[in-house]
């Protein structure tokens, strides 16, 4: 009876095991190959719930999501022969998995020194096309293109994709640094120079136009004034003349009141005039 029971419990457990073994589920986040005797036999899984045959067949999961990993600080040359120490980190994902088993045996490590050596091969040419200036002052995509143009088709045969490549950090020599900043400070002293001489120009040139504006404005206000106060004097000496001939007398007695009202009682004035002039023609007229 004992026997009995040993020997269901045991094929009970062996049933279970061979079930634990028939099937392995893939999440989202994970690639899965299909190994049958340490030959890749499939590795196009989704996620979700597959079968196997137990104990002829085993299966290796991968990261599916982007890896990042960073990198101690290398040494580079650029076009001037300067060494400038960068720190660098780079984004990384499994592509292929298949590719990726066999060119690094699955193993994380090794595919990112391999993906290390590729990059700073790309970063040595960056680098070596460009001054110690141009490579602090290049915007980050400069970089990213050129790197991803030279690591693309070796970074592929690993299986892999490669998202991105960030410089943390640059780093100039002590012997070489003041010089470099030195030179860079004189390049921006000279460029805010011709901004500011261009914006004196400028200026100069503002001011010439709205001198010559205002002196035609003048002008012309003048001329049309002295054509405006030329036809009011033509219309008054029209007038003028027009009362003359109406009554000569009372347009001479008019003109002499207006004389006597400008020339005559006002403070601080002296005239010596002699009477028997025609001035005071009509003052003796009241007078009798």
């Known amino acids: 009876m004992n026997n009995k029971i040993l020997a269901i419990l045991a094929g009970v457990v062996f049933g279970v095991v061979v079930l634990a073994n028939s099937v392995f589920t893939v999440k989202e986040t994970e690639y899965a190959v299909k190994f049958e005797f340490g030959r890749i036999i499939s590795a196009d899984f989704g996620p979700g719930l597959h079968a196997m045959v137990p104990f002829y067949q085993n299966v290796r999961k991968f990261e ?62 960056v680098f070596a096309k460009r001054t110690i200036q141009q490579v602090v002052a290049a915007e980050r995509r400069e970089f990213i293109g050129d790197i991803m143009q030279f690591a693309g088709k070796s970074v592929a045969q690993l299986g892999l994709t490669l998202v991105d490549v960030r410089v943390k950090r ?74 003359y001939q109406r009554n000569p007398e009372f347009y001479a007695f008019y003109r002499s009141m207006q004389a006597y009202r400008n020339s005559l009682g006002q403070p601080g004035d002296l005239m010596v005039i002699a009477p028997e002039g025609e001035f005071f023609k009509y003052m003796k007229q009241s007078q009798r």
């Open 64 to 125: 599916r999501r982007v890896l990042t990993r960073n990198y101690p600080a290398e040494s580079f040359l650029t076009s001037e022969g300067k060494i400038l120490n960068v720190d660098f980190y780079v984004k990384w994902r499994v592509e292929d998995p298949g590719t990726f088993y066999t060119s690094t045996g699955g193993d994380e490590d090794v595919a990112s020194g391999r993906l290390a050596e590729i990059v700073k091969d790309g970063l040595k040419g």
């Open 170 to 243: 640059i780093d100039l020599p002590e012997d070489v640094s003041d010089s470099v900043y030195n030179r860079m400070r004189q390049d921006f002293a000279r460029q805010a120079a011709q901004l500011r001489a261009e914006g004196d120009e400028a200026a100069q040139l503002i001011r010439a136009e709205a001198e010559r504006t205002r002196t035609e404005i003048l002008a012309n206000a003048a001329r049309d004034a002295n054509k405006i106060r030329g036809e009011g004097d033509a219309e008054a000496a029209k007038v003028y003349a027009g009362a």
